[in-house]
Each structure stands twice: as C-alpha cells, then as structure tokens.
C-alpha cells in the first residue's frame, strides 16, 4: 500500500488529514527498498490503491469530492475516480504524478521486480470522470431511463425501485442526505444494491459497471442471454468492453506486468475470456490474479467461479478458503485435519491459487484482538503452511514482515485490527525497517529483525523447484490414528494442531517433509509422524534405496535427524519435540548411491 510503504509520520492522529499524517510517495519506494525486498525474496510488486480514487485532499486541478462519497480522509482506493491516472496524493509534484510513476516502474525494472496494479472491472465512484482521456468516461451516452441496456455502463434506477424515489440520498453518521448529481437519475451501488437510499454498509460510494449483462437474471446463458465469445471483434463487444480493453491496453503500454483484479467473479465469464485474451495479444506474459469467493451469490456463474476464472484466462485466483480455516484452527474451532479438504493436489485450483496470511482486506496477525492475540509469531506457522502448499504464487502484505499490529482507531474503520485503506496513517512497525528511507532495518527490535529474517528464509525457500514444480502429498490423514502425531489428552485423535506434508520435485529429486505446530502455548512432545508405504513410493527413486536418510531443517532451526528406510517403515519420523508455533521444512536427502568398481 503505497499510502503507507514509505510514510515516516511519527504521530498520526485518528481521521487526520494528509498535511497532519503524511502520505507514502512513489519516490519513497526507491533503489534501497526495492534491493531489500529483492533480498527478501519478492518477485512481483502489487501497488495496492494507486489509481485516482474519489478523495477529500483538494488538488489546484483536482478539486475534492463531496464529503458524502468518501470513506475517510484519504478515501477508499477501490472507488475510481480515473481510470487513466495516479492518485496526486503519491507524488511529490502532483502535477506530474504519472511521470513519477513511470519513473517507479523504471526502477523496478531495472531491480528485475515486476509491477502489478489493482484492476478493479465492478464499480467505479460516483464521481468518475476521466480528465486523461474524457473521450472514455463512463456513462457519457448511457440512456438513463433504462435500468438495463446492453451498451449503457451502467444501471438505472426507476420509480418504482426502493428508497423514496429520486433523488439518490447517501448515507453518514447522522442519516441520509440527497446526492446533487443524482437528482434526476440513480444508479445501482456496486455491491449491487438497487436502492435510491443505499445503507452505510453498502458500497454506497461506487456505482456498478455493467457489461452488456442484467445481473439480476442470475449468470449468462448462452440460450437465454449470450454474451460475445472470446474471439469477438471488438467493434462486436458492448461499449463497457471496450472501455475496459482500452484501460488495460493503456497501462501494459505503459510498462505495468499485471493486474490484481478486485471481486472479478462479480464479472461476467465470458468477458474475461475475451478480455484475457486481448491482453496476451499485447504483452504474452501479463499476469492475471483474481481477488474471488465462491460462496458470494453475486458470482455470476452457477459452477465453481474459481476454477471458471482460471479456465477464462486467469493466472492464480485467491485461496480465502485455507486462510479460513486456519484462522479458525488458532481461534478454536476447526482442526489442522481440516485444512486437507482444500489442500487437494487433484483439484484444477490447488496449484493455481493466491495464498496470503494477510491482506488489505483481512486482520493483521499480529492484531491483539484476533489470532487468539498470538502476536507476530503466529505469522511463522501459518505462513509457512499456506506458503508452501502448491506451486501457484504467494504474497506478503507489507508490515507482517515486521509484525504490524494495526492497533487503534486511525479514522473510518474504527479500531478493526486492519490497517486502514481509507485514511492517511503509517505503519508503526514498518518505519523502524524504512529508517528514512534508508530501508536498513537498523532500527527493528530484535524480534522484528528475526521475524522478517524467517520470512525472507521462507520465501526464497518456496522459490526452489520442490515448491515452483513439484507435487504436494499430505500426511495428516495417514496420521490420525498416530497417538504420538502431537495428540494432547483431551484430543480424542491427532491432527488438531499438527500439519505436515511432502512436496517433491520429480526431475531434480528434491524433497521437503514440512512439519508445523500450530497451538499457541503447547509444546508437542515425542512427535512421530508416519510416512505411509504409498507415500514411500511416490517419493521414489533414491529414497528407495536402503541406508541412512538425513532430515534437516532449513527454515526455522538446526534440527537434523537420520533414520533408515527400514525404521521408517516400523516407526515414522521422529521430529521429537516440537514448541509452539513452530515450522519446520526438512529437506530430505536420499542415501548415497554405493559405489560400484569399474
């Protein structure tokens, strides 16, 4: 989050403005950081909220938005003010804020990083008007008195819709208050809420897109109501289409790798295979993610929209459902066993998902309020659980590297254990590591140093080939009735806070037994964990071999153990004890071949 990555404010205060608590710039994300987050074991950089958003900060060729669609001083980054532009509150010449961040994409290209941004296809704010290219703002032709037509951008309230009628009333903390610009017409919310008087839990500040689809017929069918197919010219596409194709187009030429699509499964499939496939005609290796939940009924599909997502062209598509239930593991309801159910190496999802221990969106780990107040060190076991599953990428929200906590209340959205999107604030614990901006880390605890130290030995762990290329094998099954699988007295089987898993790399034969224990305060004792015949087998090849196997951890400790091949088959591994909150990843070495005379 750019808003906060280099901001030094010592002393924000609650709902400050921009002049009180700073603002992180494009030039803060300089050579020494982008060098360190390289070191770190980063890839690709997402520069979360950077497009112009409606915003309460007045600029000489930006006046502020009315103070009835803005969340925050700062304003939520995902209400679009532009399409074609920066936010001017990330440059230090805000007249020149795009040539700022084309300079950041030169930077980043040169520390071979690359650049992703939000694409955010569902809804724009309500005040959206392009000054970049004003040929290509939206609504400008829609006919409004239809609440659907397949070439309007949008969607149009009718008398009889509820809320009392024109005009569009907004809500605050003291009621609802008529919106000027929607008097003599209204428009849908982007949570899809068709309403003349939108509640303050609504999207109410963004208006919803449409592309060429009613969404309350439920999902496109091709017999009912088809949309263009993927190879569909574009002049053959609806009007919001091609809006769209010309944003994506204006950002690749402009050096950007990717998009994180926001709430992508609220789009209509058919778009995304069209529109995917336009930008890989452009640039062949842009990268698509997809922020998606299944279990939204706004998913305009009726099959899985994860796996529909990735069969319409996306990359990786969000794992919410393993983030769930290990959240619910540390707070107490759900069992490491639980996990097995989503970390299904046959299923199209398991190697093409987004995994995250954080986001924008979700609690800091380290929030006192959540995670059972583990503290920061909750992020260790999670993570390197959730990080080490499949081959698909992995992301890092910045500050859990160093153990952000997101306490108080810094204006919005209250004291929510989030680090606020809406307002202008910093990150306590990330300015030790920027250290104006030398971005040495000098001035962490010592806590924080070994914490982001584990991080950056997980990371770059998870880029060699066991976890880029190979298979993922599970082994809390195989262990359930395993009483010394870190089984505590009042657990009536193994598996509630011990996970373990092999992954594999075939061609080069590398191999990890990763082992984690997930209880906050108790240590597992006299840990074995068996490793079933099958699985014996599908490690294959020199692990066969009779003679002496050495395990030793390269992520968290100096633990190496040595068994045989037979006592492997009698007794497991034997991990001894484990402390709390520990993970390790055991790389596996094979016999040595015997020698044989020539």
Known sequence: MVRHFGNTCEAPTADGSITENGCGKFDDINDASLASLKDLGITHIWLTG???????????DR?????????????????????????????VDPARRLDEFRALLRRMKKHQLQAIIDFVPNHVARSYSSDICPELSFGKNDDTQKFFNINNNFYYLGDLHPGGGAPVKLPSDNGHHAYPPESHFGRVTGNNVISWAPSIHDWFETIKLNYGHNFTLGPPRDDLHPLPPADAPTEHTPDTWQKMDAILAYWQNMGVDGFRVDMAHMIPMHYWAWQTRRCRKRHPSVFFMAEAYD???????????????LASGFDAVYDDPSYDII????EGDKWANDIDPTANPFSPLFHQSLRYAENHDEVRLASSGNWAGCGMEIGQPVS???FGLGRGPVMLYNGQETGEPACGAEGFSGDD????????GTLPSLTPWVNQHRYDGAQLTPAQKNLRAFYARLLNL???????????YGLNQANQNNPQYGQLHHDPASGHWLYSFLRRDAPTGQAF????????????????????EDTQEWLGGKFLLEGELTLSDRLSTAFVTHTTTEQLRASGVNVGSLPPMLAMYLEVQPPAAPLTSA
């Open 63 to 91: 006046p502020a938005d009315n103070p009835l669609l803005v969340k925050g001083k700062a304003g939520s980054p995902y209400a679009i003010r532009d399409y074609f532009d920066v936010c001017p509150d990330y440059a």
């Open 327 to 330: 959240k619910h593991i540390i």
């Open 462 to 472: 998870c880029a060699e080939p066991a976890f880029t290329c190979g298979d993922f």
């Open 513 to 532: 037994l990763v082992v984690v224990n997930l209880h906050p305060t108790e240590t597992l004792d006299n840990v074995h964990i068996q490793i079933p």
């Open 384 to 386: 390197a659980i959730l």
């Open 50 to 60: 950077i497009l112009e958003q409606a915003s309460s900060t007045d600029y000489p």
């Open 417 to 424: 254990g989030r680090s606020s999107i809406f307002d202008y």
């Open 295 to 309: 279990n939204d009924p706004a998913k305009l599909t009726d099959g899985n929209v994860l796996e529909e997502l």
